[in-house]
């Protein structure tokens, strides 16, 4: 989304409002190291010692624009932290926002090495098919003890509707400064998140405004299972709110990115592309249809006929354009969508959000980087579709878009008078019942005990299916069969060139029907011979499995996870005429937790006995996305439970 579309300009023609310029422009390290090996020496591992970022704003009679200062040193005491540093990666040189990019190392005994612009070196690297430049310093001769100081200067267009900055990382980092230095009719707004400190004015200076915060220890972020860690950091959130010289107040505003998305998505056609697209649109043949099925038959036919780029390029937003070329952007498909919706009679509401897995949107701080993903909502059906995502299909956006907060966006009527409104709501994550994975396995010991016939079947429907199920369909031969044997190896890697057969892999199957693949094999490891009796494995039969045996430290993060899902597993099996089960208790398991006393989280395990033969049912869901921290080992003990029925193993016992 264009942000300086929706804002407009902010230029004040008054040159007695520019602001200080270029705090930083004459930077040059300090001579005299001012760090002491001794001070730091503890420190076993990486850490950045001192860091300051500064952004100044400046605005002129003639133009507007933002420096953006960053400085860093960092301590290395550990070889890892050598072997991670031994570059430092640059912007281009003639990229035209770098004033200049700086580094010096500085070596346990004090020398001093200084890189500059004639040291920056280039390297490529493959990316789609295409080589990629990148630029870099090369560090050398680093030790245990080593410091790396860098430093960059760069100039940008201001940037006032929303910007995050992070003070936590993968690294323990101390004594940290950020500050904002703007004009003074300038007036930004800020948020704290996860702890950082509350921000500051500096209440000293009367030519600028200037807010600051300072922390001096912020504790690294652990990697840890069922954890974002781009979204727990210690952070700021900051926009410009008011311009007092042109006394505009609420400048980063949610009603006024409302109106210009709407209307901007919302066009008048001219009648040589109404008449193209009504063409499109009569050929559906879809007015006969309910609204699920008018909604799909569209969703599939500019998602099977039309490329999306993600790319912010005017042609791509064209209808004329996207007609001829069957290309279009995120922004391009939200308006080829909308016309086709308008035509079928189907209500909308354009939605706005995020992917929580990266920044999670902000339901109180409103701010144009939350308004990244495009979505529809459709009140009638409760319902969503992601209109830029190709394989994308119905109600399966993007899992981690929702259970997250979104900008709906709708025209309304009021007294004759059509607006748009823009409000900020919920998007419910779908139920663990629409992603599931179902097993059916038949085992056979009539005409062999140590290789019996194991004849499985393979369900997959909704999220559990999408990253297998939308793209068979492109597949050549060779490709479609080394991802049959992939298939196999996803319940054992023994099971090596057998035969899969797979259903429902036409392009628009998924979300209609379940993926389905299925074998019959009687070449595999699941049962072996020892001494008179025979181990069958039961449990290996699902495949392997998530597992957290390993305890943590005390989890301070709740576990959040991409989305609900469901899980059921029937193995049907006979016992050998002449044998007995020793054991089969152990494929007896119950662990399920409830919240709000409902049962969200469930692994069990059961034995029925019919007609001579047995069958143990499984089932597993997790009915909620996030669970808390203070209730991590009931979560920890549902995913073992799970890791420890695929350890199963029935002792099958000569009488």
């Avoid at 070329?325 to 308006?335: H, I, Q, R, Y």
């Avoid at 980087?369 to 992601?386: D, G, H, N």
């Avoid at 597993?620 to 193993?649: C, H, L, M, T």
Wanted: negative net charge; aromatic residues 14%.
């Amino acid at each position: 989304m264009n942000i300086k579309k929706i804002a407009g300009s902010l230029l004040i023609a008054v040159t007695a409002f520019t602001a200080n310029a270029q705090k930083y422009q004459d930077f040059e390290f300090n001579e005299e190291v001012e760090f002491s090996k001794d001070s730091l020496s503890h420190i076993e591992e990486e850490a950045i010692i001192k860091r300051t970022q500064s952004f100044e704003y400046i605005v002129t009679a003639q133009e507007e624009y933002q420096y953006e200062y960053n400085y860093s040193a960092r301590w290395l005491g550990s070889d890892k932290a050598i072997e991670e540093n031994n570059k430092i990666y640059l912007s281009a040189p003639d990229d035209g926002s770098v004033v200049f990019q700086k580094a010096r190392v500085i070596s346990p005994e004090g020398k001093v090495t200084e890189l500059n612009s004639d040291d920056i070196l280039e390297g490529v690297y493959e990316e789609d098919g295409d080589e990629v430049k990148y630029y870099y310093f090369a560090v050398e001769g680093l030790e245990k003890g080593s410091i790396i100081e860098e430093c960059s200067y760069k100039k940008y267009g201001s940037n006032y509707y929303g910007t995050k900055v992070y003070f936590q990382g993968s690294e323990a980092r101390f004594n940290q400064t950020f500050e904002l230095i703007c004009p003074p009719h300038l007036w930004f707004e800020f948020k704290s998140l996860n702890g950082a400190p509350e921000i500051e004015k500096d209440t000293t200076l009367e030519d600028e405004n200037r807010w600051f915060l300072t922390i001096d220890t912020v504790e690294k972020i652990k990697s840890q299972p069922y954890l974002y860690t781009q979204v727990v950091k210690q952070a700021l959130l900051y926009k410009l709110n008011r311009n007092s010289a042109q006394n505009r107040g609420d400048i980063t505003s949610y009603s006024r990115a409302a109106d210009f998305v709407y209307q901007s998505t919302h066009q008048e056609l001219g009648k040589k592309t109404a008449k193209a697209i009504d063409k499109i649109y009569k050929g559906l043949d879809i007015d006969e249809l309910d609204t699920e099925g008018k909604i799909r038959a569209i969703e599939e036919y500019i998602k099977s006929n039309y490329q999306v780029i993600n790319a912010s390029v005017p042609s791509l937003e064209d209808l004329d354009f996207i007609l001829e070329n069957k290309a279009m952007s995120p922004k391009g498909s939200v308006k080829f969508h909308i016309q086709f919706f308008e035509r079928a009679g189907i209500e909308n509401h354009i939605v706005l959000t995020t992917d929580r897995s990266e920044i999670r949107f902000d339901e109180e701080f409103e701010a144009y980087l939350f308004l990244l993903k495009y979505l529809f909502y459709f009140p009638e059906l409760e319902t969503y579709i992601a209109p830029s995502e190709q394989y994308s299909r119905w109600e399966y956006i993007p899992d981690t878009w929702a259970h997250n907060y979104g900008l709906f966006i709708k025209s309304m009527n009021v007294g004759g008078v059509s607006a748009v409104l823009g409000e900020i709501k919920f998007i419910e994550a779908l139920p663990y019942t629409k992603s599931t994975d179902k097993m059916y396995i038949d085992v056979d010991f009539s005409e062999d005990i140590q290789y019996p016939t194991v004849d499985l079947r393979k369900e997959m429907f909704g999220y559990t299916a999408i990253y297998l199920q939308p793209y068979v369909f492109r597949f050549d031969e060779q490709a479609l069969t080394n991802f049959k044997s992939s298939m196999s190896q996803m319940v054992s890697e023994d099971l090596d060139g057998i035969e899969v057969n797979l259903e429902n892999i036409e392009e628009n199957d998924f979300s209609r029907k379940p993926y389905i693949f299925s074998f019959t094999t009687k070449e595999h490891n699941f049962v072996e011979k020892a001494g008179d009796d025979y181990l069958f494995k039961l449990g290996e039969l699902i495949g392997p499995q998530s597992e957290m045996y390993q305890e943590e430290e005390e989890r301070v993060y709740d576990i959040e996870a991409d989305h609900t899902r469901h899980y059921y597993r029937e193995i049907t099996f006979n016992v050998p005429e002449g044998y007995q089960i020793k054991n089969l208790d152990d494929a007896k398991m119950d662990h399920q937790y409830e919240m709000d006393g409902e049962t969200r989280i469930l692994f069990t395990s059961k034995v029925i006995e019919e007609n001579g033969k047995y069958k143990v049912v499984s089932e597993e869901y997790y009915g909620q996305v996030v669970w808390p921290s203070e209730k991590y080992e009931q979560y920890r003990e549902v995913i073992n439970a799970a890791a420890d029925f695929n350890k199963i193993v029935l002792v099958l016992e000569k009488k």
